[in-house]
């Protein structure tokens, strides 16, 4: 074997017996301990690379990564610089604690996404030298042969040597629910796709049944699995939909503020006022625009909607992503465990009477019945019939289910236990029936033979019952059971029940029994078909529900699944995903149609609904197609073969009982698996954006009042009317208090009864724009108005200023009940809905009254107490926001369409 692992130029699944052992270095009793010592010192341990979780030191400096705190700073900066430490200091302040409570949030859902990793493998049977040990997974090298049976986890990627009875589920890596037959054979085609290299057992892939003996071919990073990995660090994430907003909506705030600011600047200056002044008249005009409270506002409002999302089964692991649900306009999700339970259940009899039967309850589970078709109760015979398929079922078998502490227990191959769980929804007792007809002889399923069969002794005689493909059972059936005893088989009549079960998504098995006779050298004797039985990977119960509420909110349902395209239509109809085959686009069709950049390959992707056969690189290019046409994409998945999808999307949601690769990659966790409760996320994500334009309303509309107040006071010649230490407590107090009051506000009924907002539209849409300039405007005028009035009366500057001061802080108070809705009459929204937020202003005006009062801050807010007069007076001039406001929603409301 060369010095490094990686061949990954040879093809293994495409070497004879001795030349892959030669390659290897290996052979059949195993490694000494001396060479496999030897290979793990040059190979490294047998684990995929982890990503560390991030340290809180990390976290922290990430929060500083956002253009509106890069504008915080350079305020900062600039008011240092001219010697104004105290609005310097509450710049700081607020960036603080903007970077500590995103910390916070951000650490926690790390630590609950951390205890939901799992380990791939702990163990694995070697042989050493001729021994059979067992050794810890990760001390794994290339060569060492291992033993597997049921129930095991794959290792590492193994060639099979030996295989008796070998069925491996790799639904997490290929995505395919149904496992799969392995074998021991000889050289395959060098181009066989992964799916079908059956000599073949891949790392994370667990043995559903039989036992093998395989020789490891790679481990780590150079499996299947750890290519997968490998991908997803190559793969460029998209940004979530709220931070391109926010990158923006800063590009604007700058550009406004640079324009005001050099604008007014000049203006002041042509008209006398000293350079110096002119520097601090720009601070406070910037200080006015910059809503310098609002990375603290957004950092609270997605903390919040985190909190909520957990309690609905969401876990988020990057507190940017909460809203990112809520603006996806495409969900792109796998069927296998996401849409599906990932349980083999059987749910469909065909008898030969003609009649069909249905078979309620999903899963590894005996809860539910047999029931006839609507109008057509079983009779007793045809329970007869039934019972005898169920029999067959129990005894050409070697799963076990039972229920033990109030759960079902199960163990064995997938279809096995659904015949099992078939079994005790009519009433009988594995255990007893395999107690009557005791085990004589058994055939296990075999990949050549394409059956699994028991031969029992009931009454004296020998039996024999079989289960496995129609096109295998058929020929050796002479007559099938009625209600009125065999009669000669109909093929013809046979094939089309079978091709309409087929046809329905369902993977078909036939039962069958016969007299053993007494020569007999496992060659299966006449049969007596009992019947055709109908196996799906049933979706789950409130998926259809969900999708359903997905379609009506604007969102784009898609399935990515490795499944036939056949199973994955008949699923995709249940789930009201799709109708007709035009809408299911295989692998296959989209490498023919090329890449992204062929127009055939986004028009297919545009137009179908379901891709079927698909591999991980092609689920990875559908997502690509996705972001190209314009769609913000969530990605659901819960496998490896979900990785790099879930990676480039912008937003990736993995399932909790998902691989560690997959809920590594994603930004969101669905602890519960409900796709159901994904729907739950995207509403509560429209929530949290619909508080963050509430919050951005309330501080945009309160500084660019303040704006215009100053560009009237300069245009009349009037003085500053409001210094910036004074801006800065309206800004970060005033509001600041009040916007996480605001950041508590319940969503608005009817969320999710409208279509996501365009993926083009900024934070401000024509709606929020007018309330906004309308607002501001309002309060602007009347405090110039104000200001005009106190100076033309004579009062002291810094008298008319705390005056003005006091106006504005209940401006805000009013304001924030104007900001609980866009439409929707202050009056009409009850205040116990939000106690919070009623906390919150009654605290913000607390605080301010406070303020008057003790020296300290009442020196440097220049301000001090007025007397019940004014208090009244003001009171009464700063309601007029609310009538104003209160106007405009009744006038616009009637035309309003839906956002």
Same mark, same amino acid.
């Given at each position: 074997?060369?010095?490094?692992?990686?061949?990954?130029?040879?093809?293994?699944?495409?070497?004879?017996?001795?030349?892959?052992?030669?390659?290897?270095?290996?052979?059949?009793?195993?490694?000494?301990?001396?060479?496999?010592?030897?290979?793990?010192?040059?190979?490294?341990?047998?684990?995929?690379?982890?990503?560390?979780?991030?340290?809180?030191?990390?976290?922290?400096?990430?929060?500083?990564?956002?253009?509106?705190?890069?504008?915080?700073?350079?305020?900062?900066?600039?008011?240092?610089?001219?010697?104004?430490?105290?609005?310097?200091?509450?710049?700081?302040?607020?960036?603080?604690?903007?970077?500590?409570?995103?910390?916070?949030?951000?650490?926690?859902?790390?630590?609950?996404?951390?205890?939901?990793?799992?380990?791939?493998?702990?163990?694995?049977?070697?042989?050493?030298?001729?021994?059979?040990?067992?050794?810890?997974?990760?001390?794994?090298?290339?060569?060492?042969?291992?033993?597997?049976?049921?129930?095991?986890?794959?290792?590492?990627?193994?060639?099979?040597?030996?295989?008796?009875?070998?069925?491996?589920?790799?639904?997490?890596?290929?995505?395919?629910?149904?496992?799969?037959?392995?074998?021991?054979?000889?050289?395959?085609?060098?181009?066989?796709?992964?799916?079908?290299?059956?000599?073949?057992?891949?790392?994370?892939?667990?043995?559903?049944?039989?036992?093998?003996?395989?020789?490891?071919?790679?481990?780590?990073?150079?499996?299947?699995?750890?290519?997968?990995?490998?991908?997803?660090?190559?793969?460029?994430?998209?940004?979530?939909?709220?931070?391109?907003?926010?990158?923006?909506?800063?590009?604007?705030?700058?550009?406004?503020?640079?324009?005001?600011?050099?604008?007014?600047?000049?203006?002041?200056?042509?008209?006398?006022?000293?350079?110096?002044?002119?520097?601090?008249?720009?601070?406070?005009?910037?200080?006015?625009?910059?809503?310098?409270?609002?990375?603290?506002?957004?950092?609270?409002?997605?903390?919040?909607?985190?909190?909520?999302?957990?309690?609905?089964?969401?876990?988020?692991?990057?507190?940017?992503?909460?809203?990112?649900?809520?603006?996806?306009?495409?969900?792109?999700?796998?069927?296998?465990?996401?849409?599906?339970?990932?349980?083999?259940?059987?749910?469909?009899?065909?008898?030969?009477?003609?009649?069909?039967?249905?078979?309620?309850?999903?899963?590894?589970?005996?809860?539910?019945?047999?029931?006839?078709?609507?109008?057509?109760?079983?009779?007793?015979?045809?329970?007869?019939?039934?019972?005898?398929?169920?029999?067959?079922?129990?005894?050409?078998?070697?799963?076990?289910?039972?229920?033990?502490?109030?759960?079902?227990?199960?163990?064995?191959?997938?279809?096995?236990?659904?015949?099992?769980?078939?079994?005790?929804?009519?009433?009988?007792?594995?255990?007893?029936?395999?107690?009557?007809?005791?085990?004589?002889?058994?055939?296990?399923?075999?990949?050549?033979?394409?059956?699994?069969?028991?031969?029992?002794?009931?009454?004296?005689?020998?039996?024999?019952?079989?289960?496995?493909?129609?096109?295998?059972?058929?020929?050796?059936?002479?007559?099938?059971?009625?209600?009125?005893?065999?009669?000669?088989?109909?093929?013809?009549?046979?094939?089309?029940?079978?091709?309409?079960?087929?046809?329905?998504?369902?993977?078909?098995?036939?039962?069958?029994?016969?007299?053993?006779?007494?020569?007999?050298?496992?060659?299966?004797?006449?049969?007596?078909?009992?019947?055709?039985?109908?196996?799906?990977?049933? %979706?789950? =119960?409130?998926?259809?529900? /969900? *999708?359903? #509420?997905?379609?009506?909110?604007?969102?784009?349902? +898609?399935? $990515? !699944? &490795?499944?036939?395209?056949?199973?994955?239509?008949?699923?995709?109809?249940?789930?009201?995903?799709?109708?007709?085959?035009?809408?299911?686009?295989?692998?296959?069709?989209?490498?023919?149609?090329?890449?992204?950049?062929?127009?055939?390959?986004?028009?297919?992707?545009?137009?179908?609904?379901?891709?079927?056969? %698909?591999? =991980?690189?092609?689920?990875? /290019? *559908?997502? #690509?197609?996705?972001?190209?046409?314009?769609?913000? +994409?969530? $990605? !659901? &998945?819960?496998?490896?073969?979900?990785?790099?999808?879930?990676?480039?999307?912008?937003?990736?949601?993995?399932?909790?009982?998902?691989?560690?690769?997959?809920?590594?990659?994603?930004?969101?966790?669905?602890?519960?698996?409900?796709?159901?409760?994904?729907?739950?996320?995207?509403?509560?994500?429209?929530?949290?954006?619909?508080?963050?334009?509430?919050?951005?309303?309330?501080?945009?509309?309160?500084?660019?009042?303040?704006?215009?107040?100053?560009?009237?006071?300069?245009?009349?010649?009037?003085?500053?009317?409001?210094?910036?230490?004074?801006?800065?407590?309206?800004?970060?107090?005033?509001?600041?208090?009040?916007?996480?009051?605001?950041?508590?506000?319940?969503?608005?009924?009817?969320?999710?009864?409208?279509?996501?907002?365009?993926?083009?539209?900024?934070?401000?849409?024509?709606?929020?724009?007018?309330?906004?300039?309308?607002?501001?405007?309002?309060?602007?005028?009347?405090?110039?108005?104000?200001?005009?009035?106190?100076?033309?009366?004579?009062?002291?500057?810094?008298?008319?200023?705390?005056?003005?001061?006091?106006?504005?802080?209940?401006?805000?108070?009013?304001?924030?009940?104007?900001?609980?809705?866009?439409?929707?009459?202050?009056?009409?929204?009850?205040?116990?809905?939000?106690?919070?937020?009623?906390?919150?202003?009654?605290?913000?005006?607390?605080?301010?009254?406070?303020?008057?009062?003790?020296?300290?801050?009442?020196?440097?807010?220049?301000?001090?107490?007025?007397?019940?007069?004014?208090?009244?007076?003001?009171?009464?001039?700063?309601?007029?926001?609310?009538?104003?406001?209160?106007?405009?929603?009744?006038?616009?409301?009637?035309?309003?369409?839906?956002?």
């Amino acid at each position: 074997m060369r010095g490094k692992q990686a061949d990954e130029a040879i093809a293994w699944h495409a070497l004879d017996r001795p030349t892959l052992l030669e390659r290897l270095r290996s052979d059949p009793a195993g490694l000494s301990d001396e060479e496999a010592a030897r290979r793990l010192q040059r190979f490294g341990p047998n684990r995929l690379p982890e990503r560390p979780p991030p340290s809180p030191l990390v976290l922290f400096l990430a929060q500083f990564r956002s253009p509106l705190i890069y504008i915080l700073l350079i305020a900062a900066g600039i008011s240092l610089a001219l010697g104004d430490a105290t609005d310097a200091a509450f710049i700081l302040i607020v960036v603080l604690v903007n970077a500590v409570v995103g910390t916070l949030q951000e650490w926690k859902a790390e630590q609950s996404a951390q205890a939901l990793r799992t380990l791939l493998t702990t163990q694995a049977t070697v042989l050493r030298s001729g021994r059979t040990i067992e050794i810890a997974a990760e001390d794994l090298v290339p060569g060492d042969v291992v033993l597997l049976e049921s129930g095991q986890r794959l290792p590492a990627d193994l060639r099979l040597l030996e295989a008796r009875d070998l069925r491996v589920d790799e639904s997490l890596l290929t995505g395919e629910s149904v496992a799969v037959e392995k074998g021991a054979g000889g050289s395959l085609l060098t181009e066989t796709p992964v799916a079908d290299r059956w000599t073949m057992a891949f790392a994370g892939s667990t043995v559903a049944s039989g036992r093998a003996t395989g020789v490891v071919v790679a481990t780590a990073g150079h499996t299947q699995m750890g290519g997968i990995a490998s991908s997803i660090a190559s793969v460029e994430s998209a940004k979530p939909p709220l931070v391109l907003r926010m990158e923006q909506f800063a590009r604007k705030i700058s550009i406004a503020v640079v324009g005001a600011g050099a604008l007014l600047g000049a203006i002041a200056f042509a008209r006398g006022m000293p350079l110096v002044e002119v520097f601090f008249f720009v601070v406070a005009l910037a200080v006015s625009a910059i809503p310098e409270g609002l990375p603290v506002a957004l950092t609270v409002v997605l903390s919040i909607a985190a909190s909520r999302m957990a309690r609905r089964n969401v876990i988020v692991r990057r507190i940017t992503a909460v809203e990112s649900l809520g603006s996806c306009t495409c969900i792109a999700s796998d069927k296998t465990g996401t849409l599906t339970v990932n349980e083999q259940t059987l749910a469909m009899v065909w008898l030969p009477t003609g009649s069909v039967q249905t078979v309620t309850g999903t899963g590894y589970a005996g809860e539910g019945t047999v029931e006839g078709a609507p109008g057509h109760p079983i009779t007793e015979d045809e329970r007869g019939l039934l019972v005898r398929i169920g029999t067959a079922g129990i005894l050409a078998n070697e799963a076990d289910l039972e229920p033990a502490d109030g759960r079902w227990r199960y163990h064995g191959d997938s279809v096995d236990i659904g015949f099992l769980a078939f079994g005790y929804k009519l009433g009988l007792d594995p255990a007893e029936v395999r107690a009557g007809a005791p085990l004589v002889h058994r055939i296990p399923y075999e990949s050549e033979r394409r059956y699994a069969a028991a031969v029992v002794e009931e009454e004296g005689r020998r039996r024999l019952v079989v289960k496995g493909a129609l096109e295998t059972l058929l020929p050796r059936c002479t007559a099938m059971a009625t209600v009125d005893g065999p009669v000669p088989v109909d093929q013809r009549r046979v094939e089309q029940a079978f091709d309409a079960l087929s046809t329905g998504g369902y993977r078909v098995l036939a039962v069958a029994e016969g007299d053993v006779p007494a020569e007999w050298w496992e060659e299966l004797p006449p049969l007596v078909l009992l019947g055709l039985v109908g196996f799906i990977d049933p %979706v789950r =119960p409130d998926a259809a529900a /969900a *999708i359903a #509420e997905c379609r009506a909110a604007g969102i784009r349902v +898609v399935m $990515v !699944t &490795g499944d036939h395209p056949a199973t994955a239509l008949a699923i995709a109809r249940t789930l009201g995903i799709a109708e007709r085959e035009e809408e299911v686009a295989t692998g296959a069709d989209l490498d023919d149609l090329g890449s992204i950049e062929v127009p055939a390959y986004l028009d297919r992707v545009s137009t179908a609904t379901v891709f079927a056969r %698909v591999a =991980p690189l092609q689920k990875l /290019a *559908i997502v #690509e197609a996705l972001l190209t046409l314009g769609h913000y +994409v969530a $990605v !659901t &998945g819960d496998g490896v073969n979900d990785a790099p999808a879930l990676r480039r999307a912008n937003l990736g949601v993995a399932m909790g009982s998902g691989t560690d690769i997959a809920k590594d990659t994603a930004s969101m966790i669905v602890v519960d698996d409900r796709f159901s409760s994904i729907v739950a996320g995207v509403e509560e994500g429209r929530f949290a954006y619909d508080n963050v334009r509430k919050v951005t309303y309330l501080l945009v509309s309160t500084g660019a009042a303040e704006v215009l107040l100053f560009l009237f006071s300069t245009i009349a010649g009037l003085p500053l009317p409001l210094a910036a230490v004074q801006l800065l407590w309206l800004n970060l107090v005033t509001n600041g208090i009040q916007h996480v009051g605001l950041a508590f506000e319940p969503g608005e009924p009817g969320a999710m009864r409208r279509p996501p907002r365009p993926p083009q539209e900024g934070l401000f849409d024509r709606l929020m724009l007018e309330e906004t300039l309308l607002a501001a405007t309002t309060m602007s005028l009347i405090g110039f108005a104000v200001w005009a009035w106190l100076l033309g009366m004579g009062m002291a500057e810094d008298s008319a200023r705390a005056m003005l001061l006091v106006l504005f802080v209940l401006f805000e108070n009013f304001h924030v009940f104007n900001a609980r809705s866009e439409l929707t009459s202050v009056f009409r929204i009850p205040l116990t809905r939000n106690w919070i937020l009623i906390a919150s202003v009654i605290g913000a005006a607390l605080v301010n009254l406070g303020a008057m009062y003790i020296p300290l801050l009442a020196g440097i807010l220049r301000t001090g107490p007025i007397d019940a007069a004014s208090w009244g007076v003001l009171i009464a001039i700063a309601s007029s926001i609310l009538v104003v406001m209160e106007a405009y929603k009744r006038l616009r409301r009637p035309t309003r369409s839906m956002r």
